[in-house]
Nanobody, 120 residues
Framework: QVQLVESGGGLVQAGGSLRLSCAAS????????TGWFRQAPGKEREFVAS????????YYADSVKGRFTMSRDNAKKTVYLQMNSLTPEDTPVYYC?????????????WGQGTQVTVSS
């Protein structure tokens, strides 16, 4: 079992920055891949970023590439999503997810989500 708790969401003006955190507990941190997804009301959940098992590789959606950076701190059992140059399109609920495989494909565990609101 893996438990995930996101934090760091909030209200920010367009062009601003936020850093989301996802604290994990349960299975050995670092032995699985972790990702961030987001979902706006009435839309499907979409992939944002992921980091592979042991943190060797990161992957980003085209819409956030160059603006968002995902990282992990194994000692704190936490992954982060640094979001810069935010636009109103970056507004939805963000979810942290864990895939027990080497990369994020079909996550087995999800956090409860944290709301990000970007005002224009």
């Amino acid at each position: 079992q893996v438990q995930l708790v996101e934090s760091g969401g909030g209200l920010v003006q367009a062009g601003g920055s936020l850093r989301l955190s996802c604290a994990a507990s349960g299975r050995t941190f670092g032995s699985y891949a972790t990702g961030w997804f987001r979902q706006a009301p009435g839309k499907e959940r979409e992939f944002v970023a992921s980091i592979s098992r042991y943190g060797g590789n990161t992957y980003y959606a085209d819409s956030v590439k160059g603006r968002f950076t995902m990282s992990r701190d194994n000692a704190k059992k936490t992954v982060y999503l640094q979001m810069n140059s935010l636009t109103p399109e970056d507004t939805p609920v963000y979810y942290c997810a864990v895939d027990l495989g080497a990369i994020v494909q079909v996550p087995e565990y999800w956090g409860q989500g944290t709301q990000v609101t970007v005002s224009s």
